[in-house]
């Protein structure tokens, strides 16, 4: 990575990382629910889990985009450190955030993609945000 500012060359080395590190969370992950299961069912209620298209706030805000035809853009931005959201079926939107850090890296393989996450809503000034998500899917 010395001296190459390259964006796409950038990209593509987050990428690696973040594939290599997703597949090790996603491991841990299934170990982890098998062994909480029953816990997690109890604990992950209707009213703190929010299902819908991981869309990258920089682009949905600015000018709707959402969907299929821009999952390439979406991975882009949600890769580079954009603000990533969740938008229900309801037109509902959140900012999705883990616990005090950001789940970009998480996320970014469903760019475009509809997940449910567990987590603390809340809501100030009219904006809603997912908080201490837990990727469910
Ligand atoms: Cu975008």
Same mark, same amino acid.
């Given at each position: 990575?010395?001296?190459?500012?390259?964006?796409?060359?950038?990209?593509?080395?987050?990428?690696?990382?973040?594939?290599?590190?997703?597949?090790?969370?996603?491991?841990?992950?299934?170990?982890?629910?098998?062994?909480?299961?029953?816990?997690?069912?109890?604990?992950?209620?209707?009213?703190?889990?929010?299902?819908?298209?991981? /869309?990258?706030?920089?682009?949905?805000?600015?000018?709707?985009? $959402?969907?299929?035809?821009?999952?390439?853009?979406?991975?882009?931005?949600?890769?580079?450190?954009?603000?990533?959201?969740?938008?229900?079926?309801?037109?509902?939107?959140?900012?999705?955030?883990?616990?005090? $850090?950001?789940?970009?890296?998480?996320?970014?393989?469903?760019?475009? $993609?509809?997940?449910?996450?567990?987590? $603390?809503?809340?809501?100030?000034?009219?904006?809603?945000? /997912?908080?201490?998500?837990?990727?469910?899917?």
């Amino acid at each position: 990575m010395t001296g190459s500012r390259n964006p796409v060359v950038v990209f593509q080395y987050h990428m690696k990382t973040i594939t290599s590190s997703l597949l090790k969370i996603l491991a841990l992950l299934v170990v982890t629910v098998g062994l909480l299961a029953p816990r997690v069912s109890m604990a992950a209620d209707q009213a703190s889990a929010v299902t819908g298209e991981v /869309v990258d706030l920089m682009c949905y805000l600015d000018h709707g985009a $959402k969907g299929a035809k821009h999952a390439g853009c979406c991975a882009k931005c949600i890769g580079s450190g954009g603000p990533v959201g969740i938008l229900t079926a309801d037109n509902e939107l959140y900012l999705v955030i883990g616990s005090h $850090k950001p789940m970009n890296e998480e996320l970014v393989a469903f760019a475009a $993609k509809t997940v449910t996450v567990s987590g $603390k809503l809340v809501e100030r000034n009219g904006m809603k945000m /997912v908080e201490n998500a837990v990727l469910q899917k």
